[in-house]
């Protein structure tokens, strides 16, 4: 089992960036893939970002390939999402999530609470 909790998040202008952080707890945590999600009022949640175990895979909705970055620390048990060149629609609260398969749009197990970022235009 993993917990996790999500940071970084705030107001942004357009153009700018941000770095969202998710620590994960357990000794296992090298063992799950991690995805990011986001969730925009009156929408559904969406997949963003998806990185493997071990770091050496990782994918990205169409949307955010090229601004956004993800990668991984196992020794600091962190999941790290650089979002840069930010535009007002990715306004929106991200989750991190956590799952024993590929990390990849679909079914997780383990969610964090979010963390909420908005981009004034």
């Known amino acids: 089992q993993v917990q996790l909790v999500e940071s970084g998040g705030g107001l942004v202008q357009a153009g700018g960036s941000l770095r969202l952080s998710c620590a994960a707890s357990?000794?296992?945590?090298?063992?799950?893939?991690i995805a990011w999600f986001r969730q925009a009022p009156g929408k559904e949640r969406d997949f963003v970002s998806g990185?493997?175990?071990?770091?050496?895979?990782?994918y990205y909705a169409d949307s955010v390939k090229g601004r956004f970055t993800i990668s991984r620390d196992n020794a600091k048990n962190t999941v790290y999402l650089q979002m840069n060149s930010l535009k007002p629609e990715d306004t929106a609260i991200y989750y991190c999530?956590?799952?024993?398969?590929?990390?990849?749009?679909?079914?997780?197990?383990?969610w964090g609470q979010g963390t909420q970022v908005t981009v004034s235009s």
């Open positions: 357990g000794r296992t945590f090298s063992t799950y893939s």
């Open positions: 999530a956590a799952r024993l398969d590929t990390p990849t749009p679909g079914h997780y197990d383990y």
């Open positions: 990185i493997s175990r071990g770091g050496w895979s990782s």
